[in-house]
């Protein structure tokens, strides 16, 4: 079985500060980790993703993540963020089962 | 299209009626799942396609809904006699390969039973 927490549900920035929004998972086997954007009234758009190799992974829009083994995370950053990145962000987990599996989200307002 | 396609974008019905969403996927995906999205509940997977067999369908509530796939291509999403707890946005995804590595979801179809 897998499983995704992310702690926070809202996260308030100011607009060009930086932002880290957490994600944690649980699996028993190797995983696949995914951010996952949605924009209001909009469908789910794939930020970045870890398969395999560097635990660094860069992805659109300036974002990043890291993908730490031992603490089992996937915290998604970006050093200075835009009034238009405010949207809900969802991290997923995939592997050991075809399908994704996908925290709760945090909506991210970036403030003027 | 470029990217997965979903019909109707907006449905209100009846409680009791019958509904069917339609996901058109990404040419040449094999793989095609079916989420849903509701408040307070995240994303719930719900059906996943390999071609037009579904060897994942755990994540169906209830024997009121079911999907089918034809052509390795179209998805129909059915619910029957809805409820007004089946009100939520129905997300499509497909993806090239079979481990789903990289999900394309489209841009969801919005469901208000009442």
């Known amino acids: 079985a897998q499983s995704v927490t992310q702690l926070d549900s809202q996260v308030p920035v100011f607009e060009e500060a930086p932002v880290e929004l957490r994600c944690n998972y649980s699996s028993s086997v190797s995983v696949y980790l995914f951010w996952y954007v949605q924009y209001p009234n909009q469908g789910l758009q794939l930020l970045l993703k870890?398969?395999?190799?560097?635990?660094l992974v860069k992805g659109i829009n300036g974002f990043e993540a890291e993908f730490n083994k031992s603490q089992t995370s996937f915290h998604l950053r970006k050093p200075s963020v835009h009034i238009s990145d405010t949207a809900e962000y969802f991290c997923a987990v995939g592997g050991s089962a075809r399908q994704l599996t996908f925290g709760s989200g945090t909506q991210l307002t970036v403030l003027p | 299209g470029a990217g997965v396609s979903q019909s109707p974008s907006n449905k209100v019905t009846e409680k009791g009626k019958d509904v069917e969403l339609r996901c058109d996927p990404i040419s040449g995906h094999t793989a095609l799942y079916w989420y849903r999205q509701s408040l307070g509940q995240g994303l719930e997977f719900l059906i996943y396609?390999?071609?037009?067999?579904?060897?994942?369908k755990s994540g169906l509530p209830s024997d009121r809904f079911s999907a089918e796939r034809t052509g390795g291509s179209v998805s129909t999403l059915t619910i029957q006699r809805t409820q007004q707890e089946d009100s939520a946005v129905y997300l499509c995804?497909?993806?090239?390969?079979?481990?789903?590595?990289?999900?394309?979801f489209g841009e969801g179809s919005w469901l208000t039973v009442v």
């Open positions: 995804a497909s993806s090239p390969d079979r481990r789903g590595n990289t999900i394309y």
């Open positions: 396609f390999q071609g037009n067999s579904a060897p994942d």
């Open positions: 870890y398969l395999s190799g560097s635990t």
